[in-house]
């Protein structure tokens, strides 16, 4: 059964677990989306909840390119594109198996499932990078309303996953949209200008993004 409402983000412990259990139902994932909740799966078997206390975001009037990065893409070595291989894009990201210390995935199989479904009503979008015809990296990511949650990357090239970054980018601001969830801080959405914020703050930002 689609879980129809998720306890106030208030009551979540101090590292951010909200629930456990549940489905991830396209209907309970949209739920927890829309209630500022994110599932992060510890196993094929075991389903958990987040509110984090703090919430990383990406303001796009802050959003910084290295001059590095920005020389790259100016040279054309990507091709980017949005939507042309959603399901391998999610398949490459839980095959990495480090990120910062974080050991396996939580993108389990059943996640892969889900997100698809997702996917087919409109509500995940991936961003791809190609290099020479083959796909070198990417990411994915939820849209509810003018909400998006970046969810996950990978790269098989230098640069790839940083190149799919900025088509994200450029996509949000070409839609209006001033911002967006990167949920948990890392390496490298921080190199993009990723801050922390006080969930409440989230929580206004959320509330106005699904008016």
Known sequence: MAIL???PVELADEDGLLAVGGDLQAESLLCAYRSGVFPWPLDERSLLWFAPP?????????FHVSRRLA???RRGKFTTARNTAFREVMTRCAEVKNRGGQHGTWITSEMIEAYCG????????????YLGGQLAGGLYGVQ???FFAAESSFYRA???SKVAMCALVDHLAAEGIRWFDCQVLT???ESFGAREIPRDEFM???ASALL
């Not at 703090?54 to 802050?62: P, Q, S, T």
């Not at 087919?120 to 791809?128: K, L, Q, T």
């Open 5 to 7: 409402s998720f306890p």
């Open 54 to 62: 703090r919430r990383a975001v990406i303001f796009l009037d802050e």
């Open 71 to 73: 020389r790259a893409i």
């Open 118 to 129: 997702l996917h087919a009503r409109g509500f995940c979008h991936s961003f791809e990078a």
């Open 144 to 146: 509810v309303g003018r």
């Open 158 to 160: 230098s640069d790839a």
């Open 187 to 189: 390496p490298f959405s």
């Open 204 to 206: 206004g930002l959320l």
